[in-house]
C-alpha cells in the first residue's frame, strides 16, 4: 500500500508540477545506450528478489538497506545468498561478483514504524568478494544532496524492465525534509538502492541519493530518497574498520555501532 504520510508536509508542492519537466524512462538495451552507466547493476538476493545498487569503489556498493531483509520474514540475508551483477543487461553483466560483508547503517530498523528515520537511515554498503578491475566499469562519485528544484536523473532495475536498466535522465527534487529527498523520478519494485545522480557541465555524474520508497503526494506518485551525507559517512568509517569486535551479526549482515555509544520479483522495493 503507499504512502500518504508525505501529504500533510509536502502539501505545498502542487499535484500538476509533480511531473513537469520530467523525461521519460529509457531502457538501456545496447552496449551504446549503457555507457557511463556499466557501474550500476542488479542486486539479486537468494534467487529470490532483487534491487539495484552502484559502485563507488572496485570493492563497494551502495545500496538501500531495506534490501538486504526478506521482506515477508524481517530476516537478514546472508552476503552469501547475495549477488552483484554491474550493468546486467539481457542475460549478461560486464562484470560480477558475491558479496563479502553487507553493512546496513545502524540506526536502520526494518520494521521501524516511523518512516522519516526509515528512510533518512535506508542505507547500506556492500564489500565485494572480489573488486571490479574491468576499465569500462568505473565507480561513480558522491556529493553533498542536491538542493529543492535540482534536476536529477535515476538509473534502475524495476518490475517488467528486469533484465536491462533504465535510465531517466530528468526528474527533480520537489522537497527536503529530515535526511529525505522527494524525487519526481519514476521507480517501482526493484528500484529500491538506484543512484540518484546529478550531471555537471562535463557530463559527470555523481551519485547524491539512493531510492528508497514509493510514496504519494495529492494523489500521485513520488520517489523517496535518502540523503547521503551523514548517513554515509558512518558506513564508510564503519567498513574501513580493521577490529570488527564491536560488530553484531544478523544472519550475516553486520549492525555496526558507532564509536562507543550505543525472483527476481523486485520483492525487496518497499513502499512505507
Not at 128 to 148: A, D, G, N
Request: aromatic share 6%; net charge positive; glycine share 10%.
Amino acid at each position: 500500500m503507499k504512502s500518504r504520510l508525505l501529504a500533510a508536509f509536502f502539501g505545498l508542492v502542487a499535484s500538476a508540477s509533480l511531473g513537469a519537466g520530467s523525461s521519460d524512462l529509457k531502457q538501456l538495451q545496447t552496449g551504446f545506450d549503457s555507457r557511463g552507466w556499466e557501474a550500476v547493476g542488479r542486486l539479486n538476493f537468494a534467487g529470490q528478489s532483487f534491487c539495484t545498487g552502484a559502485l563507488i569503489a572496485p570493492d563497494l556498493v551502495l545500496t538501500a538497506a531495506h534490501c538486504l531483509f526478506d521482506r515477508d520474514t524481517g530476516q537478514a540475508f546472508r552476503p552469501s545468498d547475495m549477488k552483484f551483477l554491474a550493468g546486467w543487461r539481457n542475460g549478461r553483466a560486464n562484470a560480477q561478483s558475491g558479496i563479502s560483508r553487507a553493512i546496513a547503517h545502524p540506526e536502520f530498523r526494518f520494521k521501524n514504524s516511523d518512516q522519516d528515520v526509515r528512510v533518512a537511515n535506508d542505507l547500506a554498503l556492500l564489500q565485494l568478494s572480489h573488486p571490479i578491475q574491468k576499465s569500462s566499469v568505473v565507480p561513480f562519485e558522491t556529493q553533498s544532496r542536491p538542493r529543492k528544484g535540482a534536476q536529477v536523473g535515476v538509473v534502475s532495475y524495476g518490475r517488467d524492465r528486469a533484465e536491462s536498466p533504465s535510465l531517466q535522465e530528468a526528474c527533480h527534487v520537489l522537497a527536503r525534509r529530515s535526511g529525505t529527498l522527494v524525487l519526481s523520478c519514476d521507480v517501482d519494485y526493484g528500484s529500491s538502492g538506484a543512484p540518484v545522480f546529478t550531471i555537471d557541465e562535463n557530463g559527470q555524474a555523481r551519485i547524491v541519493s539512493v531510492i528508497s520508497a514509493k510514496a504519494e503526494v495529492n494523489g500521485q506518485d513520488v520517489a523517496l530518497g535518502t540523503n547521503l551525507e551523514k548517513p554515509l559517512r558512518d558506513l564508510m568509517a564503519l567498513i574501513s574498520q580493521v577490529d570488527t569486535s564491536a560488530a553484531e551479526t544478523q544472519l550475516g549482515v553486520r549492525v555496526l555501532r558507532l564509536g562507543n555509544s550505543k525472483g527476481g520479483n523486485g520483492a525487496k522495493f518497499v513502499r512505507p
